[in-house]
């Protein structure tokens, strides 16, 4: 008697038509943290700090699906919406070769509003499962970016509007009323996000420790549609 492999056992299909639907809707949630790439001058200087993002803040994002169908394998996916989170940076004057000492920690907080355009490929279906890749671009503005801070401290500003171009993967899993899929994604910014100009004209040896800020964003996101 042939044995049968228990991937290979043809199931029943969940809303087989979903995937025949020239436009449908749905929203996600999802978790992020949020983090810096780094250009940063030569040490030397006594004024001239190192700075760095000391450690990873949990944030969320939230945001409806459109998704229009473009073939049996693509879809185009426009996801306006909005993500909250924050980086911490800190900086250090650098005692002889390796021995730093922290001399100021500075938290900036970001909400964005997003609006990114994405082309996703899926694989074919199996059973109730469509594994995918998804990229594209999305522009982001900074509601949270300030011209200048109300109290003292390191002065670091962002500008408000950039330009990520985002990469991910995740799996499609056809429910009986919906489709559910868990989203891992990466968003890196294009443009320098420091404003180079210390607010108010003073403490400009946190701004002048960097030469260029770009941002990246780490996703975790689960669609509902």
């Known amino acids: ?115 990114p355009l994405l082309l996703k490929y899926k694989s074919k279906r199996v059973n109730n499962y469509r594994p995918y890749l998804i990229g594209g671009l999305s522009m982001r503005y900074d509601m949270a970016a300030r011209k200048d801070f109300d109290d003292d401290g390191p002065w670091v500003r962002l500008t408000p509007m950039d330009v990520y171009v985002e990469v991910g993967f995740g799996i499609d899993v056809f429910l009986q009323y919906f489709k559910f899929s868990p989203e891992l994604k990466v968003s890196l910014g294009f443009k320098d996000a420091l404003i180079h100009e210390p607010a108010g004209g003073g403490n400009s040896k946190y701004v002048n420790s960097i030469n260029k800020l770009n941002s990246l964003v780490v996703m975790l996101c689960f669609y509902f549609e």
């Open 1 to 115: 008697m042939a044995l049968q492999v228990t991937g290979q056992i043809k199931r029943v299909q969940n809303d087989p038509g979903y995937d025949y639907k020239w436009i449908h809707f749905g929203f996600m949630v999802g978790l992020n943290t949020m983090d810096f790439g780094f250009k940063r001058p030569a040490m030397g200087p006594a004024d001239i700090l190192f700075a760095d993002v000391s450690k990873p803040n949990p944030g969320f994002q939230v945001s409806i699906v459109s998704d229009l169908r473009l073939g049996n394998h693509f879809s185009l996916r426009f996801l306006p919406g909005i993500t909250f989170g924050s980086r911490t940076f800190s900086f250090y004057e650098v005692a002889g070769d390796t021995a730093s000492i922290l001399i100021s920690e500075q938290t900036v907080e970001s909400n964005f509003l997003d609006f």
